[in-house]
């Protein structure tokens, strides 16, 4: 082979590779970069549906930064994001922040399991919420204590072995939802911790993520943990059965979590920020909980169009792909109310002629 | 004053040599590219300081409303509630020390040992390869640690070190309370062995430069082998092992991923070994991405801040120690 000929095979390549590049920014100019942070508890659902959206719209490209909801909070109301996504619904201060008005968009349901690992206990267990508590606040010490004991009274607990409780360590929607829930059922949890996204826990061991708490609880026999529902399904960890408001013990499932919402429907407010926490009704898993997108009420309609068109979909083809993920679909009669919430969004601005010279 | 008066010479030679004799190139002998390269690393060199003071003056800023809403009580009070909005920050002061410290102690004299071993005893076939691995420690990223100390240290911990401790010397309080393998133990072993091979590493060049007529003449005198590497090697390096070991305290400190993942994350102050804690770094690293309240970012950026502080104090008493010895052994 000759040298020139190489050359003019080099020259070829470069010239591919330069129109290759060139096309392809020509592409990019015409996709709409959509920008979000925020929850890590519905990662795995949003990463499905950013994936799955890009063969319903090709041009409509997202970047979810899984940061936490209160950094996801943060940075949207800096501005730095076009959506949001929290596990706890914004406060009343937090919302007043904010120059344009943001709507809470419910995505999916989730559910806190509380998991354990004892030797020789297979089975899942009963648990009501007040010895929940006090197994907590470090208040039950033992697992063949008395109040354990009565609520499974056909199971053999190991003598004198110590509760290692476990908690998330890093700040959490997770945590945020199952504080609120033993705030809501123990008045003595209110008085001495309250809720939040970390609290100063009185007793046992933090784990990072649900991965830490998992791996605690794996490790450490005669502990006792909470993570999202998921975790407990992968993990095959068995988990307790709570008591819900209704009297009956209920274990977390997508069924039981979907009745959770059902049951909230009726008192869930027009702005959709509501706990549904300790739900009434029956088959009720009592720890359960929305998760939210944060969207502007008022956005610039270029790229405002493609997120209410996303949203659009969300509610319809989104919703079905929830449960294989363990994921709770909204109800029917909340999806409707949630598309007329979205098309309410106000789109404005004067990018619709830019928007035609682009496509031209 | 006095005293402060005559120190401040002192430091002020140490931190910039020649400050009080400084000596002016005169412009005309410096030829013009010359000129250009030393304006140039000048350049650099100053706008990396001020990228240091730019970052310190943020987080101090930043941490302004924690320090005026709790003064001094802010390191000396324990209670980390972002409920009630109470931030105390001595139990992650005491967190950060304590593991540190120990650290170092269990991975300075290892560490001199296997630095030892490698120049003066191992064969060259052994030495280099053995050396190469150890140097390799330091490439490894702090999060694989972290993850190989959730789930290999800390059950190994549990499992086979802690009960037989507890057995033993369960009597102290430094070994009490039941066995959960990740706590302050699990964090010391993971941080002495991330420090090991920086403090091996610099050890080795330390006991390199050591001439060898040195050694041969305490050979010469009748030494053993030991009490050759005892006086002509140990005792002529010991400068350069606190400086090694200054380095590695200073890495321990803000050590941060594999710190969170094995430390067990409950602020508190115990005496045991077996309980868990926190340290500076690692409740950034857990709560600032979930922050609600600007209080609570205030509190963790005067964390920040106080980490900074803490790692300044240490470097700079260490460093005193390592110039009052050099002097020393310089007039002795």
């Not at chain 1, 519905?42 to 490209?61: M, N, Q």
């Not at chain 1, 009420?297 to 405002?304: L, R, V």
């Amino acid at each position: 082979m000759s040298v020139i000929s190489i050359r003019s095979k080099f020259s070829i390549v470069c010239a591919g590779v330069i129109v290759g590049f060139l096309s392809l920014s020509s592409f990019a100019a015409e996709t709409v970069l959509i920008n979000g942070a925020g929850a890590t508890f519905p990662y795995p659902l949003y990463a499905k549906w950013f994936s799955s959206y890009r063969e319903v719209d090709k041009s409509v490209e997202f970047n979810y930064q899984s940061i936490g909801s209160g950094g996801g909070i943060r940075q949207f109301l800096a501005g730095t994001t076009d959506f949001g996504a929290s596990d706890a619904p914004m406060k009343d201060d937090e919302l007043a922040q904010s120059k344009v008005p943001i709507l809470h968009i419910p995505a999916t349901l989730g559910a806190v399991a509380v998991t354990f690992n004892l030797p020789g206990v297979k089975d899942s267990l009963n648990l009501t919420p007040e010895v929940l508590a006090k197994i907590f606040m470090g208040e039950i010490k033992k697992w063949d204590d008395e109040e354990i004991l009565k609520l499974n009274p056909k199971v053999a607990m190991p003598k004198n072995q110590y509760i290692i409780v476990c908690y998330r360590s890093d700040g959490s929607g997770t945590t945020a939802v199952f504080t609120e829930y033993l705030e809501k059922v123990s008045p003595d949890w209110k008085k001495r911790i309250g809720s939040g996204k970390s609290v100063k826990w009185p007793a046992g061991l933090g784990g990072k993520g649900n991965e830490g708490v998992s791996s605690l609880v794996k490790q450490n026999p005669g502990s006792i943990g909470y993570v999202e529902m998921n975790y407990a399904f992968e993990n095959k960890f068995p988990v307790f059965a709570i008591k819900n408001a209704k009297g009956e013990f209920v274990l977390p499932s997508v069924k039981s979590v979907t009745k959770a919402a059902e049951a909230s429907l009726k008192v869930l407010p027009e702005d959709f920020r509501v706990s549904i926490t300790e739900a009434a009704g029956s088959d009720v898993y009592p720890i359960s909980a929305y998760t939210y997108l944060l969207i502007y009420q008022k956005m610039e309609s270029h790229k405002g169009k493609k997120i209410v068109e996303f949203l659009r979909w969300a509610m319809g083809k989104g919703q079905t792909m929830a449960a294989s993920l363990n994921y709770a679909p909204l109800p029917n009669q909340l999806v409707k109310r949630v598309l007329s919430k979205i098309d309410s969004i106000a789109l404005e601005g004067g990018s619709d002629k830019k928007e035609g010279h682009k496509l031209n | 004053m006095e005293v402060v008066s005559k120190w401040i010479p002192f430091v002020l030679e140490r931190i910039m040599p020649g400050i009080s004799s400084a000596r002016r190139i005169r412009r005309r002998e410096v030829n013009w590219g010359d000129r250009v390269f030393y304006y140039g690393l000048k350049a650099s060199a100053w706008a990396l300081g001020a990228l240091l003071l730019s970052m310190i003056f943020l987080i101090w800023k930043m941490s302004l409303p924690a320090f005026h809403q709790f003064g001094w009580r802010f390191f000396i009070t324990n209670d980390w509630n972002s409920v009630t909005g109470e931030f105390g920050a001595l139990a992650l002061i005491y967190g950060t020390v304590v593991s540190s410290l120990a650290a170092i102690g269990l991975a300075v004299p290892v560490s001199v040992a296997v630095a030892l071993f490698l120049n003066e005893l191992a064969p060259e076939w052994l030495s280099r390869p053995l050396g190469f691995f150890i140097e390799m420690l330091a490439a490894i990223p702090s999060i694989v640690y972290g993850l190989w100390g959730l789930f290999v240290l800390a059950p190994f911990l549990r499992n086979y070190i802690q009960p037989p401790l507890a057995d033993y010397l369960g009597f102290t309080p430094l070994f009490s309370g039941p066995p959960m393998g990740v706590g302050m133990m699990a964090a010391v072993v993971i941080l002495a062995i991330m420090i090991m091979p920086t403090i091996t590493a610099i050890c080795r060049e330390v006991f390199r430069a050591i001439p060898r007529s040195n050694k041969e003449a305490a050979l010469g005198l009748g030494a053993t082998r030991w009490e050759m590497l005892k006086i002509a090697v140990l005792r002529s390096s010991h400068t350069g092992i606190l400086g090694a070991t200054i380095l590695g305290l200073g890495r321990a400190l803000g050590e941060t991923m594999a710190v969170t993942m094995v430390i067990g994350n409950n602020p508190l102050i115990s005496a045991s070994f077996f309980s868990s804690g926190q340290t500076m770094a690692s409740i950034l690293a857990n709560q600032y991405a979930e922050a609600d309240s600007l209080l609570q970012l205030s509190a963790l950026s005067a964390v920040a801040f106080t980490l900074f502080l803490v790692s300044l104090l240490i470097n700079g008493l260490a460093r005193l120690i390592v110039w009052r010895v050099h002097s020393q052994y310089k007039s002795g």
